[in-house]
T-cell receptor
Framework: DTGVSQNPRHKITKRGQNVTFRCDPI?????LYWYRQTLGQGPEFLTYFQNEAQLEKSRLLSDRFSAERPKGSFSTLEIQRTEQGDSAMYLC???????????FGPGTRLTVL | DQQVKQNSPSLSVQEGRISILNCDYT??????FLWYKKYPAEGPTFLISISSIKDKNEDGRFTVFLNKSAKHLSLHIVPSQPGDSAVYFCAASAGLYGNKLVFGAGTILRVKS
Protein backbone atom coordinates (compact mmCIF):
# COMPACT_ATOMS: atom_id res chain seq x y z
CA ASP A 1 0.00 0.00 0.00
CA THR A 2 1.74 3.13 -1.22
CA GLY A 3 -0.63 5.71 0.25
CA VAL A 4 -1.96 8.83 -1.45
CA SER A 5 0.53 10.51 -3.77
CA GLN A 6 0.46 14.02 -5.20
CA ASN A 7 2.48 15.66 -7.95
CA PRO A 8 4.15 18.03 -8.15
CA ARG A 9 5.10 18.66 -4.52
CA HIS A 10 5.89 22.29 -5.24
CA LYS A 11 4.78 24.64 -8.00
CA ILE A 12 5.82 28.25 -8.52
CA THR A 13 3.98 30.13 -11.21
CA LYS A 14 3.34 33.65 -12.37
CA ARG A 15 -0.02 35.30 -11.96
CA GLY A 16 -2.29 34.55 -14.90
CA GLN A 17 -0.76 31.18 -15.74
CA ASN A 18 -2.65 27.89 -15.60
CA VAL A 19 -1.52 25.06 -13.31
CA THR A 20 -2.58 21.43 -12.96
CA PHE A 21 -2.04 19.12 -10.01
CA ARG A 22 -2.41 15.36 -9.90
CA CYS A 23 -3.55 13.07 -7.11
CA ASP A 24 -3.27 9.27 -7.04
CA PRO A 25 -5.45 7.84 -4.26
CA ILE A 26 -4.97 4.63 -2.33
CA UNK A 27 -5.94 1.84 -4.69
CA UNK A 28 -9.55 0.68 -4.32
CA UNK A 29 -10.53 3.89 -2.52
CA UNK A 30 -13.62 5.07 -4.34
CA UNK A 31 -13.90 8.51 -2.72
CA LEU A 32 -11.41 11.25 -3.47
CA TYR A 33 -11.37 14.70 -1.86
CA TRP A 34 -9.54 17.96 -2.55
CA TYR A 35 -8.81 20.47 0.22
CA ARG A 36 -6.90 23.73 0.39
CA GLN A 37 -4.88 24.89 3.38
CA THR A 38 -3.54 28.38 3.98
CA LEU A 39 -1.13 29.44 6.70
CA GLY A 40 -2.52 29.21 10.20
CA GLN A 41 -5.73 27.52 9.12
CA GLY A 42 -7.01 24.00 8.90
CA PRO A 43 -7.68 22.41 5.52
CA GLU A 44 -10.84 23.61 3.77
CA PHE A 45 -12.98 21.36 1.61
CA LEU A 46 -13.01 22.08 -2.13
CA THR A 47 -14.67 19.14 -3.87
CA TYR A 48 -15.09 15.37 -3.80
CA PHE A 49 -15.64 12.46 -6.15
CA GLN A 50 -17.24 9.10 -5.69
CA ASN A 51 -15.70 6.99 -8.42
CA GLU A 52 -15.76 9.29 -11.47
CA ALA A 53 -18.73 11.39 -10.37
CA GLN A 54 -18.08 14.80 -8.85
CA LEU A 55 -20.71 14.94 -6.13
CA GLU A 56 -20.08 18.27 -4.42
CA LYS A 57 -18.19 21.48 -4.96
CA SER A 58 -17.54 24.11 -2.31
CA ARG A 59 -18.34 27.73 -3.00
CA LEU A 60 -14.58 28.23 -2.53
CA LEU A 61 -14.16 26.55 -5.90
CA SER A 62 -14.52 29.49 -8.27
CA ASP A 63 -15.07 29.14 -12.02
CA ARG A 64 -11.30 29.19 -12.49
CA PHE A 65 -11.02 25.85 -10.72
CA SER A 66 -11.91 22.53 -12.31
CA ALA A 67 -11.39 19.00 -11.09
CA GLU A 68 -11.72 15.70 -12.88
CA ARG A 69 -11.48 12.02 -12.09
CA PRO A 70 -12.04 10.52 -15.53
CA LYS A 71 -11.69 6.81 -14.82
CA GLY A 72 -12.42 6.80 -11.13
CA SER A 73 -8.75 6.43 -10.26
CA PHE A 74 -6.42 9.46 -10.27
CA SER A 75 -7.72 13.02 -10.19
CA THR A 76 -6.50 16.35 -11.51
CA LEU A 77 -7.17 19.84 -10.19
CA GLU A 78 -6.64 22.70 -12.62
CA ILE A 79 -6.51 26.38 -11.75
CA GLN A 80 -6.82 28.78 -14.66
CA ARG A 81 -5.55 32.37 -14.65
CA THR A 82 -3.93 31.97 -11.24
CA GLU A 83 -4.09 34.81 -8.73
CA GLN A 84 -1.86 35.51 -5.75
CA GLY A 85 -4.72 34.52 -3.47
CA ASP A 86 -4.52 30.99 -4.87
CA SER A 87 -1.19 30.48 -3.10
CA ALA A 88 -1.80 27.62 -0.66
CA MET A 89 -1.19 23.95 0.04
CA TYR A 90 -3.53 21.79 -2.02
CA LEU A 91 -4.28 18.49 -0.32
CA CYS A 92 -5.84 15.35 -1.69
CA UNK A 93 -7.41 12.62 0.43
CA UNK A 94 -9.08 9.31 -0.30
CA UNK A 95 -11.38 6.94 1.52
CA UNK A 96 -13.67 3.99 1.06
CA UNK A 97 -17.36 4.72 0.92
CA UNK A 98 -17.99 2.26 3.72
CA UNK A 99 -15.60 3.98 6.13
CA UNK A 100 -15.35 7.62 7.15
CA UNK A 101 -11.59 7.93 7.57
CA UNK A 102 -9.80 9.99 4.97
CA UNK A 103 -6.10 9.51 4.28
CA PHE A 104 -4.17 12.48 3.00
CA GLY A 105 -1.36 12.87 0.52
CA PRO A 106 1.69 15.09 1.12
CA GLY A 107 0.11 18.04 -0.69
CA THR A 108 1.16 20.37 -3.49
CA ARG A 109 2.49 23.76 -2.38
CA LEU A 110 1.46 26.43 -4.90
CA THR A 111 3.14 29.83 -4.94
CA VAL A 112 1.75 32.45 -7.30
CA LEU A 113 4.13 35.36 -7.92
CA ASP B 1 -19.07 30.41 10.52
CA GLN B 2 -16.48 28.29 12.26
CA GLN B 3 -18.17 24.99 12.94
CA VAL B 4 -15.11 23.37 14.52
CA LYS B 5 -12.98 25.36 16.94
CA GLN B 6 -9.67 24.67 18.58
CA ASN B 7 -9.32 27.53 21.00
CA SER B 8 -5.75 26.85 22.09
CA PRO B 9 -3.28 27.85 19.36
CA SER B 10 -0.44 26.15 21.21
CA LEU B 11 0.37 23.83 24.10
CA SER B 12 3.68 23.04 25.77
CA VAL B 13 4.11 19.84 27.81
CA GLN B 14 6.99 18.11 29.52
CA GLU B 15 8.07 14.73 28.16
CA GLY B 16 6.32 11.88 29.98
CA ARG B 17 3.36 14.01 31.07
CA ILE B 18 -0.14 14.05 29.63
CA SER B 19 -1.07 16.28 26.68
CA ILE B 20 -4.72 17.28 26.41
CA LEU B 21 -5.93 18.93 23.22
CA ASN B 22 -9.46 20.28 23.05
CA CYS B 23 -11.98 20.84 20.30
CA ASP B 24 -15.52 22.26 20.22
CA TYR B 25 -18.10 22.01 17.47
CA THR B 26 -21.41 23.67 16.76
CA UNK B 27 -23.10 21.52 14.10
CA UNK B 28 -25.26 18.86 15.73
CA UNK B 29 -25.31 16.91 12.44
CA UNK B 30 -21.67 15.90 12.86
CA UNK B 31 -21.50 12.19 13.62
CA UNK B 32 -17.85 11.31 13.14
CA PHE B 33 -14.79 13.00 14.58
CA LEU B 34 -11.12 12.60 13.76
CA TRP B 35 -7.75 13.84 14.95
CA TYR B 36 -4.90 14.38 12.53
CA LYS B 37 -1.27 15.21 13.19
CA LYS B 38 0.70 17.36 10.79
CA TYR B 39 4.39 18.06 10.41
CA PRO B 40 5.59 21.04 8.34
CA ALA B 41 5.52 20.50 4.58
CA GLU B 42 3.62 17.21 4.95
CA GLY B 43 -0.01 16.23 4.65
CA PRO B 44 -2.12 15.47 7.74
CA THR B 45 -1.62 11.99 9.19
CA PHE B 46 -4.66 10.23 10.63
CA LEU B 47 -4.33 9.50 14.35
CA ILE B 48 -7.60 8.37 15.84
CA SER B 49 -11.34 8.75 15.34
CA ILE B 50 -14.59 8.35 17.19
CA SER B 51 -18.18 7.83 16.13
CA SER B 52 -20.97 9.76 17.81
CA ILE B 53 -22.37 6.51 19.22
CA LYS B 54 -19.32 6.22 21.49
CA ASP B 55 -17.88 8.47 24.14
CA LYS B 56 -14.35 7.11 24.21
CA ASN B 57 -11.90 5.47 21.85
CA GLU B 58 -8.38 4.39 22.72
CA ASP B 59 -5.40 3.46 20.57
CA GLY B 60 -2.12 2.99 22.37
CA ARG B 61 -1.01 6.29 23.87
CA PHE B 62 -3.91 8.17 22.25
CA THR B 63 -7.43 8.43 23.66
CA VAL B 64 -10.25 10.54 22.29
CA PHE B 65 -13.21 11.52 24.46
CA LEU B 66 -16.50 12.79 23.08
CA ASN B 67 -19.08 14.75 25.08
CA LYS B 68 -22.05 15.15 22.74
CA SER B 69 -24.16 17.23 25.10
CA ALA B 70 -21.36 19.77 25.39
CA LYS B 71 -20.34 19.37 21.71
CA HIS B 72 -16.79 18.90 22.89
CA LEU B 73 -14.05 16.40 22.23
CA SER B 74 -10.54 16.02 23.51
CA LEU B 75 -7.42 14.09 22.62
CA HIS B 76 -5.24 12.74 25.42
CA ILE B 77 -1.68 11.66 24.74
CA VAL B 78 -0.05 9.69 27.55
CA PRO B 79 2.89 9.68 27.97
CA SER B 80 3.90 12.55 25.71
CA GLN B 81 7.08 12.13 23.69
CA PRO B 82 9.24 14.70 21.86
CA GLY B 83 8.26 13.07 18.55
CA ASP B 84 4.65 14.07 19.28
CA SER B 85 5.58 17.71 18.67
CA ALA B 86 3.46 18.75 15.67
CA VAL B 87 0.25 20.56 14.76
CA TYR B 88 -2.89 18.65 15.74
CA PHE B 89 -6.12 19.16 13.85
CA CYS B 90 -9.57 18.20 14.99
CA ALA B 91 -12.01 17.39 12.17
CA ALA B 92 -15.67 16.48 11.97
CA SER B 93 -17.95 15.04 9.32
CA ALA B 94 -21.58 14.20 8.75
CA GLY B 95 -22.57 11.24 6.62
CA LEU B 96 -25.40 13.33 5.31
CA TYR B 97 -22.85 15.69 3.71
CA GLY B 98 -20.75 13.05 1.98
CA ASN B 99 -18.28 12.86 4.82
CA LYS B 100 -16.41 16.00 3.79
CA LEU B 101 -14.27 17.03 6.71
CA VAL B 102 -14.58 20.33 8.54
CA PHE B 103 -11.33 21.17 10.31
CA GLY B 104 -10.39 23.34 13.24
CA ALA B 105 -7.48 25.75 12.93
CA GLY B 106 -5.08 23.44 14.75
CA THR B 107 -3.11 23.38 17.98
CA ILE B 108 0.69 23.38 18.00
CA LEU B 109 1.95 20.86 20.54
CA ARG B 110 5.51 21.13 21.83
CA VAL B 111 6.81 18.32 24.01
CA LYS B 112 9.93 19.35 25.89
CA SER B 113 12.56 16.79 26.85
Amino acid sequence: DTGVSQNPRHKITKRGQNVTFRCDPISEHNRLYWYRQTLGQGPEFLTYFQNEAQLEKSRLLSDRFSAERPKGSFSTLEIQRTEQGDSAMYLCASSLVVTDTQYFGPGTRLTVL
Amino acid sequence: DQQVKQNSPSLSVQEGRISILNCDYTNSMFDYFLWYKKYPAEGPTFLISISSIKDKNEDGRFTVFLNKSAKHLSLHIVPSQPGDSAVYFCAASAGLYGNKLVFGAGTILRVKS
